[in-house]
């Protein structure tokens, strides 16, 4: 069984940072990463960058991939240009805006359930805090 992946990186200037997108797809699942960067990236900072920290980078949670795995075939350099050209011009697709928010949604999530916990146990201890206070005024000593 052969599994193919494809990596797609981009970077665009998004007000007022650099942001680079990281795609990547294997075995009909789909990912992104975000990554903030400041001033303009250099290509071989990008390369440094991507060498140095792939491993830690933060994935966002696997989407299923829309439809089949197409067969790769050979696309003419004119029309690979035409291609590339015309996602230069377009801004990060559909598909990583949808992910990325999937994403933001299930932090959003995770965050809210840890802080229910906590206040839930800090009114827990404030309540047995008050528990024994009362039991010492009771005591009268």
């Known amino acids: 069984m052969e599994i193919t ?42 390369y440094a960058f991507l060498s140095e920290n792939w491993q830690s980078l933060k994935f966002g949670p696997p989407v299923p991939s829309p439809g089949p795995l197409a067969e790769e075939r050979r ?24 992910a990325l928010a999937f994403a933001r949604e299930q932090s959003k999530k995770e965050r809210k359930n840890r802080t229910r916990e906590q206040t839930r146990t800090e009114s827990e201890r404030q309540y047995i805090l008050r528990c024994e206070k009362r039991r010492e005024k009771k005591k009268g000593h």
């Open 5 to 46: 992946c494809t990596v797609k990186f981009t970077v665009m200037f998004s007000d007022p940072w650099w942001v680079g997108i990281y795609e990547r797809t294997s075995g009909g699942l789909y990912e992104v990463c975000k990554i903030t960067f400041g001033a303009e990236p250099r290509d071989c900072e990008l």
């Open 75 to 98: 696309v003419n350099p004119k029309r690979a240009q035409r291609q590339a050209h015309d996602e230069m011009r377009a801004s990060i697709g559909t598909k990583a805006q949808q």
